[in-house]
T-cell receptor, first 114, second 109 residues
């Protein structure tokens, strides 16, 4: 089955720790995205990547880092510099690099800071 | 900066009733998406509206786009409990999507 997988589903982080959220897709999509969702809010863009070895900051990139070493993988690291990381994180992908390609979403990772 | 506003943000309606959710956006765009999200779940694509005047229907939901007014509507006909969810509109901006805050819909007997 083609799709987007995210792991883990739930993640707990202690203050001062870095954690990495996994996102994998087997849709052969060029572009991948990371969004953050807070309760009662829409999604906000953290980072996106249109092609391997290239990525761009979104609206709320501070305290986050990404890599895109393989087409199918786009991991997100939440660093200790992110002051309020508790949120629901959604990864998405789209077919091409055009802004008009429909985005498909993974199941999400819920991160909680203890 | 593109702003996307949805209203209402919360909607409680009885089964069998009709209602419309509105999505306004601040700058020109000719592509708009509607998504559904169940509690604790990811986003499910409902509609992709590609041009001015586009209208799409799926079951009890119908979406339309007026790019001149920068307005999209999601109309619910004869609501049923299964439609209870949060509905988001999203507008293309640059290489990503700008989302509204969502409309939480609760359909009651």
């Amino acid at each position: 089955d083609g799709g987007i997988t995210q792991s883990p589903k739930y993640l707990f982080r202690k203050e001062g720790q870095n954690v990495t959220l996994s996102c994998e897709q087997n849709l052969n999509h060029d572009a991948m995205y990371w969004y953050r969702q807070d309760p009662g809010q829409g999604l906000r863009l953290i980072y996106y990547s249109q092609i391997v070895n290239d990525f761009q900051k979104g609206d709320i990139a501070e305290g986050y880092s990404v890599s895109r070493e393989k087409k199918e993988s786009f991991p997100l690291t939440v660093t200790s510099a992110q002051k309020n990381p508790t949120a629901f994180y959604l990864c998405a992908s789209s077919l091409g690099r055009s802004s008009y390609n429909e985005q498909f979403f993974g199941p999400g990772t819920r991160l909680t800071v203890l | 900066e593109l702003k996307v506003e949805q209203n209402p943000l919360f909607l409680s309606m009885q089964e069998g009733k009709n209602y419309t959710i509105y999505c306004n956006y601040s700058t020109t765009s000719d592509r708009l998406y509607w998504y559904r999200q169940d509690p604790g779940k990811s986003l499910e694509s409902l509609f992709v509206l590609l041009s001015n005047g586009a209208v799409k229907q799926e079951g009890r939901l119908m979406a339309s786009l007026d790019t001149k007014a920068r307005l999209s509507t999601l109309h619910i006909t004869a609501a049923v409990h299964d439609l209870s969810a949060t509905y988001f509109c999203a507008v293309v901006s640059g290489y990503a999507l700008n989302f509204g805050k969502g409309t939480s819909l609760l359909v009651t007997p």
